[in-house]
């Protein structure tokens, strides 16, 4: 026996007034939740307890000016289904039609709509649809989709309407988890900001400082690469890279001249393009092996005191564009700026130590050339003065030795004092002579002395320093091979001209002598704006004098 109609009304009634109760039970749930993959996933159940669904998902669009669908959170297939479909929907057929229509639709099959693809094998059978969009204030954010209700019977309006009031309940949680978690990245940059300084103090020379930046930036951005673009004497060049394992080698021979890096040189505002493979100013890195192929990019400059001294790039692959968008380009900015500020705080740091350094270097140069070398200069004048009235020559011939003595301590003494003068940054030139030097007694079967004289480490240029030590390299090579000498003598000395002399007792340059090695040591000094010669006298050594100017 059926329900009289008023029984109906009054039934209808109950089921309305349950389901709006559920409804509003969800929104407090959701609301419930900050996080933003959190909240998707509880609208799609709530949609689909609502309607009664087998199926439901919300297919969330890409923020870019591409169509299609980034995420799309589903529930009712068990994981069999899912991995036998394979790839998740990105926007086409059905669904796409509500991207570009994002308007309600309502169909009893799902099959009969022209714009239906099918579905892939192993998907599980549906017929009737049902589309809603979900919007944050006028713009769309995704659609929700529900599909075959229970019991094999169509949506309804009442259906529509229900899961219309959960879209726009949910485009409002939607937007506060959106805010949420775009607060909580901007506490990330803002902290990655304040600890830069800390960071920075911890690391120990250029490069690594730089590629601390990039890698704090990458992982806070979310980038799949970053790299810093500087200035250097052979134009822009890749100074470190972040990301992927790529050779800066490889990196240096590929020109920057027109690049997003030097267009933020030039005006200092930061840069950000959708595609760096549509971008005419982009120069394009995949050609470098292990560099990834990138779309969307942000390029901010490393700014000091209104001077930019270089740039700060991030860069995402194609199918994380999402997270391109999701970056304000001012946080990136606003911490590449606070970087280069805490690295020329360094560097002015740095500065000041090695200036204190040199400051107490100085001054024990002045004591030992004040008072040490004075001291022992006197000496040296009373011990000739004995010498003189002497008339025992075995005590004259100590008193002359023990004047030589006094006379080879204020060398070594001074070139200590130059040596003072020396940055401990800066290549150290004596130690490589003295390499070459010690390389050299292995094969004489004697180490040759070495004698440096004034500020070796200091004047000598860093492209005048290469040829003197090939030079020197192939004189102690000469000697070693044609002169069967048992003394080699090496004086460097630097004034306004650097002067090498290599010098030997052998048995002096053979007349058949191959002049490459030699011919090889005059361009060398005709390069720099100098002169080689040689002197050799059979049975008496050979004598090499290479000169070049300094200044």
């Known amino acids: 026996m059926g329900m009289d109609p008023e029984s109906n009304r009054v039934n209808d009634a109950l089921v309305e007034q349950a389901r709006l109760r559920l409804l509003l039970d969800a929104v407090v749930s959701m609301a419930a939740d900050l996080t933003l993959d959190g909240v998707l996933a509880r609208i799609v159940e709530i949609a689909r307890e609502l309607t009664g669904a087998n199926y439901a998902a919300l297919g969330v669009l890409n923020p870019g000016p591409k169509k299609g669908l980034r995420t799309f959170v589903h529930r ?3 994981p069999v289904q899912v991995e036998e479909i394979g790839a998740l929907p990105t926007g086409h057929g059905l669904l796409g039609l509500l991207i570009d229509r994002p308007e309600p639709l309502r169909l009893r099959d799902i099959a009969s709509h022209p714009r239906s693809y099918g579905f892939p094998t192993g998907h599980p059978p549906m017929s009737s649809f049902l589309g809603v969009p979900v919007r944050i204030r006028d713009q769309v954010f995704g659609n929700l989709y529900l599909t075959e209700k229970a019991e094999g019977v169509d949506f309804s309006v009442e259906d529509e309407r229900m899961v219309m009031a959960l879209a726009a309940a949910a485009g409002v949680v939607i937007e506060n988890a959106t805010l949420y978690e775009e607060a909580q990245r901007r506490e990330e940059w803002l902290e990655a900001t304040a600890d830069i300084s800390g960071l920075l103090a911890r690391e120990s020379t250029g490069d690594e400082s730089l590629h601390l930046i990039a890698d704090r930036a990458r992982r806070v951005s979310g980038a799949d690469v970053a790299w810093i673009v500087v200035e250097s004497e052979d134009g822009l060049i890749v100074r470190t890279v972040s990301g992927p394992a790529v050779s800066l080698v490889d990196l240096r021979g590929i020109s920057l001249d027109r690049s997003l890096a030097r267009e933020v040189l030039r005006t200092g505002e930061p840069i950000a393009v959708e595609d760096m493979r549509e971008d005419p100013r982009a120069v394009t890195l995949t050609q470098v092996g292990g560099w990834p192929a990138v779309g969307p990019a942000i390029v901010v400059p490393l700014r000091t005191d209104d001077v930019v001294v270089g740039t700060l790039a991030l860069a995402w692959k194609p199918e994380n564009a999402h997270r391109f968008h999701e970056v304000d380009a001012r946080l990136p900015a606003s911490f590449a700026e606070q970087a280069a500020l805490a690295l020329q705080i360094l560097r002015s740091r740095a500065s000041e130590q090695r200036l204190a350094v040199f400051e107490d270097r100085d001054r024990i140069g002045r004591d030992l050339h004040d008072l040490v070398i004075q001291r022992l200069f006197a000496v040296g004048l009373s011990l000739q003065s004995v010498s003189r009235v002497s008339d025992v020559p075995e005590v004259t011939k100590r008193i002359e030795s023990a004047v030589d003595d006094l006379d080879a301590t204020i060398r070594d003494i001074r070139r200590s004092i130059f040596a003072l003068g020396a940055s401990e940054y800066s290549a150290d030139l004596q130690t ?14 004697f180490r040759p002395t070495l004698q440096l004289e004034g500020p070796v480490r200091t004047l000598v240029r860093e492209d005048t320093a290469p040829h003197l030590l090939a030079v020197l390299g192939e004189a102690l090579s000469n000697a070693s091979r044609h002169a069967n000498a048992t003394n080699v003598s090496v004086t460097v000395q630097v004034s306004d001209v650097l002067r090498l002399v290599v010098s030997d007792n052998g048995g002096g340059m053979p007349a058949a002598v191959q ?27 050979t004598i090499l004098s290479w000169t070049v100017p300094l200044r």
């Open 76 to 78: 009712g297939m068990d």
């Open 432 to 445: 490589e002579l003295t390499k070459l030097v010690d390389r050299a007694a292995a094969t004489l079967k």
């Open 515 to 541: 002049e490459s090695g030699l011919r090889n040591i005059r361009e060398r000094a005709q390069m720099l704006g100098g002169s080689c010669t040689v002197k050799s006298t059979k049975g008496a050594g």
